[in-house]
């Protein structure tokens, strides 16, 4: 079985502050990591991906994550934030047999000026 | 240029009606998904399907119904069986593989009225 925690349902920073959504999985195998954005009232998108290669995984605007196996962490952090990256932010796992992805809860972000 | 596509962007359903969603998909992905989403609670799998004319239930897909007749379209009948039917609803396609990441439409969001 599979399974995805985000740790934290609500996040608040600065603009200009780093960013760090947390998230823990299980899996019996190796899984695939996914983090997924959403704006409001609107599909999600792909941040980026992990699926056994590097460790640390570049994404777009700015964002990156680090695959922790000791850990079964894969947070997402982004060093400087941006207005425009407020948003709902979905941590994903996958693997080997399972049919489709599984999604954690969701981290609203709010930036403040 | 490839996406996914979903109609319309706003429904409204009066109690005991039928209604179907409308996925279009011009990816050549094999699979397709159907996702709930309420508030604070994530995604939750309606149904899915990785081939044309064969489709699986997921984990909430009492009240539903759908169809694969062709690679490109995934429709979503909301029946009246569906007694809490007012949510977001997002459709997905992907490669068949569970390594794959999957590409959103934008949603529509279903209010019983």
């Known amino acids: 079985a599979q399974s995805v925690t985000q740790l934290d349902s609500h996040v608040s920073v600065s603009e200009g502050t780093p960013v760090l959504l947390r998230c823990n999985y299980s899996?019996?195998?190796?899984?695939?990591l996914f983090w997924y954005v959403q704006h409001p009232n609107k599909g999600l998108q792909l941040l980026l991906k992990?699926?056994?290669?590097?460790?640390l995984v570049k994404g777009i605007n700015g964002f990156e994550a680090e695959f922790k196996k000791s850990e079964t962490s894969f947070h997402l952090t982004k060093p400087s934030a941006h207005m425009s990256d407020a948003a709902e932010y979905f941590c994903?796992?996958?693997?080997?047999?399972?049919?489709?992805?599984?999604f954690g809860s969701g981290t609203r972000l709010q930036v403040q000026p | 240029d490839g996406g996914i596509t979903q109609s319309p962007k706003y429904l409204f359903r009066k109690e005991g009606q039928n209604v179907t969603l409308s996925c279009e998909q011009n990816l050549n992905h094999d699979a397709m998904y159907w996702y709930r989403q309420d508030p604070g609670q994530g995604l939750r799998l309606i149904y899915y399907?990785?081939?044309?004319?064969?489709?699986q239930k997921g984990d909430i897909a009492e009240g539903y119904s759908v169809s694969r007749e062709k690679k490109e379209s995934f429709p979503l009948t909301v029946t009246s069986a569906q007694k809490n039917p007012t949510a977001f609803y997002l459709c997905a396609s992907s490669f068949q593989g569970w390594e794959y990441g999957y590409t959103f439409g934008s949603g529509t969001r279903l209010t019983v009225v």
């Open positions: 994903v796992v996958s693997g080997p047999g399972r049919r489709a992805l599984t």
């Open positions: 899996s019996s195998y190796s899984p695939s």
């Open positions: 399907s990785q081939i044309v004319n064969d489709f």
């Open positions: 992990y699926t056994s290669a590097a460790t």
